[in-house]
């Protein structure tokens, strides 16, 4: 009695594992989707981004190799569906936050940008193009609580910057990073864009941030632009994004994903099934006696095999029952580790009961049929 009870528990966790890990798994997918997609209802749709670089040497050529803000005015009006525009540059350097270096990254940028990547200011203002000789500067999140840890208020301190001192004029909220803008305003300083010309002379106006107006048409302002870029910067390779682009690839990924993982959970329901087969075969051979004993009593070959069938249909469901349970939880840990929203979604739970029924029945049939098959007789003489 002791070793049934052992294999019945044995077989039950190989179908609790399998259902726990497609359960979990698909899960937590849709939850990374969703985290994905949710970025953009702070930052909206209505976005285009452009990355260029010039494929001409520098002393190759005499035409342009950099934007100036009046040709970012002259993009702005080349369509009408192109409500705002805000160039930014990137520059990396060493920051030094009371003797104590920090990894970041400066932002040089224009006050659209606030707009445009919904920057909201917790504490003073945002830098303006009156500060451009001024090396002032807004902090992001993380950089303000270094200042904090010291006790002191950030807005009006000081910070080092490669070999320049910056003054604090503001401090920005936490800022949810996402797929679309490729920074990180947590661990960023934002300064004004002519400033970076002060801190490096490479700084050159690479990336542009476009606000559009409501249903746009992005092949037609695409295309204007590019029209445009033509004019301002020959020899230049565009890149534009946009966030159909990003939720599309996401789409793709999360269907991708979701087959590896069905798979990877089917490898173990698979196991999990071989063991109730097994456990069925085994117990078909120990019950012989009482197999016969219900057939003499009237018990037809149809009612034999229903009775070892629904044992194994009990066997996996108790198990994929526990499995969903056990893969709800493991879906929760992870959104709470990971930050994520946590939503309840049925077709994983759904999916964890229909596959672990289907398990049953598949894995008992064999064990039932050869139940049924047996001789009352030759049962009763053992």
Known sequence: MYTAKLRSI??????????????????????????????????????????????????????????????INQLEQSSSQVAAAAPYIQLFQPMVIYGKSFSGQIVGTTENFMQIAKVQIEQGRFVLAVD?????????????????????????????????????????????PNLFLLLDLNRAIIVPIATTRLLSAEANIQNILF??????????????????????????????????????????????????????????????????????????????????????IGAKRFDIACLFLVEAVMLTLFGGIMGVILGLLVTYAIAVVTAWEFYFYWIPVLLGFLVSVFVGMLSGFYPAWRAAQLDPIQCLTL
């Open 211 to 296: 606000r559009l107006t409501s249903h746009p048409n992005l092949p037609l302002i695409r295309q204007a632009l590019s029209e445009k870029m033509a004019q301002l910067l020959p020899n230049t390779q565009l890149q534009f994004r946009d966030p159909g682009q990003i939720i599309h690839l996401v789409g793709q990924q999360r269907q991708t994903f979701n087959w590896l993982l069905i798979a990877t959970g089917g490898i173990s329901l698979v196991v999990g099934g071989i063991g109730v087969m097994n456990i069925m075969l085994v117990s078909v051979v120990e019950r012989r006696r009482e197999i016969g004993m219900r057939m003499a």
């Open 10 to 71: 044995l077989a039950i966790l190989g179908v609790l594992v399998g259902t726990a890990a497609i359960v979990a798994l698909i899960a937590s997918s849709r939850l990374a989707t969703n985290h994905a997609l949710s970025q953009f209802k702070t930052l909206g749709t209505h976005l285009l981004a452009l990355n260029f670089q010039s494929l001409t040497a520098a002393d190759a050529s005499n035409a342009p190799h950099s934007l100036s803000l009046t040709s």
């Open 132 to 176: 451009s000789r001024s090396f002032y500067c807004v902090i992001g999140a993380k950089i303000a609580e270094q200042f904090e840890r010291h006790h002191h208020h950030p807005i009006g301190q000081q910070l080092q910057v490669g070999q320049h001192f910056f003054t604090i004029v503001g401090v920005a909220q936490r800022w949810q």
